[in-house]
């Protein structure tokens, strides 16, 4: 049955596979931790597994990096300053957004995008979305965030890494602060090298802020997997455990060490297998970092702040009672006001 499906699964690698997955088009889409927020609320799909290291304390994390002389010290003094984002809805996006509303500083304001463009005077974001053009101050990366230098050899599409191109918009001025993970600084440094507008640049240049007044280079809004395999929400059982077994069956053939670089297969950033295998010694090692969702939820609850918990309980953005006073008062006035054109 597994063979099978392995001849009749289609995933589609586009912008739209999201959709193609929604509309029964394709099966399955494996998603990173920035498109997981868009997968789940506008498409209604669900994990089946997450890709993440042995060790949880190595998973994705995101924070919000500030240089190390600047005066911020919460959160909340980041109101009206420069915010740089790998992308509207992204893990960093929605990190920051989760913690504004629990502590009541986005005021209510729907929807959460426009409520954080109204917070930062301006926003950048590495990734293309529609719903930049519909804010005035959230623009695109300028094209020289993109400029990085790579020796050959190394993966080409990390040129283009989101999180760099958010890292290099705080480090040479063009954010006050950057989400992104800390652990990632260090690689961007060093690519960073030549580009004179970074001279002097370490990484004691920077620290990320915390809930509170402390500022530790540790502190992290969220932290996750870095990616799932994900179905629709309505997906038949059998064919759910179809693919279960699938990827599972994937991951035993191209996830031992030294595995040739397989390009069809090559799901996450510097891997050259189906799974990074690059510090596991062991196939066993290899085979904990594709995990079912419902033990890495189990796991994920005695550490806080897991984004996939997070964004699963996330509240939907709701207008407050003032605003749905007003607006059912206005409403009231509008059909008032028809029914008396009529009636003249």
Not at 69 to 93: E, R, Y
Not at 96 to 120: D, H, Q, R, V, W
Not at 132 to 153: L, W
Not at 165 to 187: H, K, N, R, W, Y
Request: hydrophobic letters at 35%; one cysteine or more; a negative charge.
């Amino acid at each position: 049955r597994s063979n099978n499906l392995h001849h009749t699964s289609r995933k589609v690698m586009a912008a739209n596979c999201l959709i193609s997955v929604a509309n029964k088009s394709a099966d399955v889409v494996i998603v990173d931790s920035d498109t997981l927020l868009p997968a789940f609320r506008d498409h209604e799909l669900k994990p089946l597994l997450v890709q993440l290291p042995s060790k949880l304390k190595k998973a994705k994390t995101v924070s919000a990096v500030v240089k190390a002389n600047s005066s911020f010290k919460k959160l909340s003094d980041l109101k009206g300053k420069k915010a740089c984002f790998t992308s509207i809805d992204g893990m960093g996006w929605t990190s920051f957004t989760i913690k504004m509303e629990e502590t009541g500083s986005l005021n209510g304001i729907c929807p959460y995008t426009k409520a954080i463009s109204e917070f930062f005077s301006e926003i950048c974001v590495s990734k293309p979305s529609p719903d930049v053009h519909a804010y005035p101050n959230i623009k695109i990366c300028s094209a020289e965030y993109n400029e990085m230098s790579y020796d050959e050899g190394e993966i080409y599409e990390m040129s283009y890494d989101n999180e760099a191109v958010a890292f290099q918009c705080l480090a040479i001025g063009g954010g006050d602060v950057a989400f992104i993970s800390t652990d990632s600084i260090p690689q961007f440094l060093e690519h960073m090298k030549g580009n004179p507008e970074a001279e002097g640049l370490t990484l004691d240049s920077f620290r990320a802020l915390c809930d509170s007044d402390s500022a530790k280079h540790e502190c992290e809004l969220s932290w996750g997997s870095y990616s799932q395999v994900m179905v629709r929400d309505n997906i038949l059982p059998s064919r759910e455990e179809d693919v279960r077994s699938l990827f599972t069956g994937l991951n035993n053939l191209f996830g031992h060490l030294n595995t040739p670089s397989t390009r069809t297969f090559n799901m996450f950033e510097k891997s050259n297998s189906l799974f990074d295998t690059q510090d596991y010694s062991s196939l066993e090692n290899v085979q904990q970092r594709l995990e079912q969702i419902e033990d890495f939820l189990k796991k994920a609850k005695l550490r806080p702040n897991n984004y996939e918990i997070a964004v699963r309980s996330m509240n939907k953005c709701l207008p407050s009672s003032a605003s749905r006073v007003s607006l059912s008062l206005t409403t009231l006035l509008i059909f008032v006001s028809l029914i008396l054109l009529d009636n003249n």
